[in-house]
């Protein structure tokens, strides 16, 4: 059980104790065409993290690169919002929350319009690392927008956020490759240049200024993240849940590509992505989470997640490993339908539990919200490397049959470390009551 945030906060030099202050919505509260906006802007930003993968062999041959440094166009985005995360994120808690938003999106625009002129292989790499970092406002927009909702609704402001992101995430892909082979992947980092330059300015004039009640050191923030990872057993809990969960997802969508371009689904460019837009409807489950974690039903939706997780890797197994007898060569249309309705049941349980882990985080410790939040993505993020690793290593041993094993894997411990979570904290309340 987290302490209480009072509590917390005195442990924290960097964070003074909150206050009503401290929590108020800023700007009057967060309306339904402002929860819109942030939806929207974050599904937008978060094309920058996941968008490199279907250009990196174009981009590695124009700028020349040597093929041990190619991985490097998918993999230095995710580690530059790493860095965004543990670096940039806590300054939430410290200055002036639009200022810091607008300018680090701006700085985010400026790297993704260096990517798209670089002759040098060097300088792409260097800017698209420096766009990860700064694409790390997103997480900077979420806490404000959670901050912004009364703690009643939070949960469902979460969960509209997040089905934005979700959304952008699921379509970076798709998006990337079909501006990059209409128009050339210069062409898709300058059009996402543009966009962010003319968001930043869209943020200027509709976010609310909210600055944070601490008078903290930029070190101190940096220092009390251990201390926060260390006694937050709010954030230990949800964290690693979400980790477990973002392992299957990533597993599945690092390699379901190469199974929809085999026999007898032998689908192009154009049809893998009409897929990744099919299973993109289980984002649309993230507004009904926050609703019913709001509603004291999180529990119960927590569990039904973690069961739809599994039932959606059991069909996604059938239907392109032949589990249960399954044929895929003998009825490939029906198996082409039960691998989008496996992949968006999978995408909406793992949306479900992140959305109440983040609605969880929200609500334990305003004055360090922008750590809090930058630590549960950083945990998540570790466990989708996690999935992502070991999916591409199961499909070169195994192909699908082995991709399977290994989302299924995380999926049943997703569902066996939420069993163990809630039977400790039932024995808890009980010892206290």
């Not at 002036?96 to 625009?109: F, G, P, S, Y």
């Amino acid at each position: 059980m987290s302490q209480p945030a009072d509590t917390c906060a005195r442990k924290l030099p960097c964070a003074s104790p909150p206050s009503l202050q401290a929590d108020a919505s800023p700007g009057g509260g967060l309306t339904t065409s402002l929860t819109i906006f942030f939806a929207a802007a974050v599904g937008v930003i978060v094309v920058n993290l996941t968008a490199a993968q279907p250009l990196t062999g174009p981009v590695s041959r124009a700028l020349t690169l040597p093929p041990e440094l190619a991985g490097m166009i998918a993999m230095l985005p995710q580690l530059g919002y790493a860095a965004g995360l543990l670096l940039l994120v806590p300054l939430c808690d410290l200055v002036e929350n639009r200022r810091l938003i607008v300018w680090t999106l701006a700085c985010c625009a400026m790297f993704l319009g260096f990517a798209s002129l670089a002759r040098s292989g060097w300088l792409f790499l260097a800017s698209v690392f420096m766009a990860g970092a700064t694409s790390s406002v997103i997480q900077m927009l979420v806490p404000m927008a959670a901050s912004m909702a009364p703690e009643s609704r939070r949960g469902r402001a979460v969960g509209n956020v997040m089905s934005g992101l979700m959304l952008g995430i699921l379509l970076s892909r798709p998006l990337a490759s079909l501006i990059g082979g209409a128009f050339g992947w210069r062409a898709f980092y300058g059009i996402a240049a543009l966009a962010d330059l003319l968001l930043a300015v869209v943020l200027l004039t509709r976010l609310p200024s909210h600055t944070p009640q601490t008078a903290a050191r930029y070190l101190d923030l940096l220092r009390s993240l251990w201390t926060l990872l260390r006694t937050e057993r709010v954030l230990q809990r949800r964290a690693t849940l979400a980790a477990l969960a973002l392992g299957a997802f990533s597993a599945f969508w690092t390699a379901i590509a190469l199974l929809l371009a085999q026999p007898p689904f032998s689908l192009g460019t154009q049809g893998i992505a009409a897929f990744a837009l099919a299973g993109a409807t289980g984002a649309l489950v993230t507004p009904l989470a926050g609703y019913l974690g709001d509603c004291g039903a999180g529990r119960a939706t927590q569990i039904t997640a973690h069961l739809v997780m599994i039932a959606a890797v059991l069909v996604l197994a059938a239907a392109g490993a032949g589990w249960g007898g399954f044929s895929a060569a003998t009825h490939p249309v029906l198996a082409l339908a039960l691998l989008v309705v496996g992949a968006a049941a999978l995408d909406a349980g793992v949306i479900a539990d992140q959305t109440l882990g983040r609605r969880e985080i929200n609500l334990i410790n305003p004055a360090a919200r922008g750590r809090l939040n930058a630590l549960f993505v950083g945990i998540f993020f570790v466990g989708g490397a996690m999935g992502a690793a070991l999916s591409g290593a199961a499909w070169a041993w195994a192909g699908w049959n082995g991709v399977c094993v290994v989302t299924l894997g995380f999926a049943v411990a997703v569902f066996l470390f939420g069993c163990v979570d809630r039977a400790a904290q039932s024995s808890k309340r009980s010892r206290n009551a």
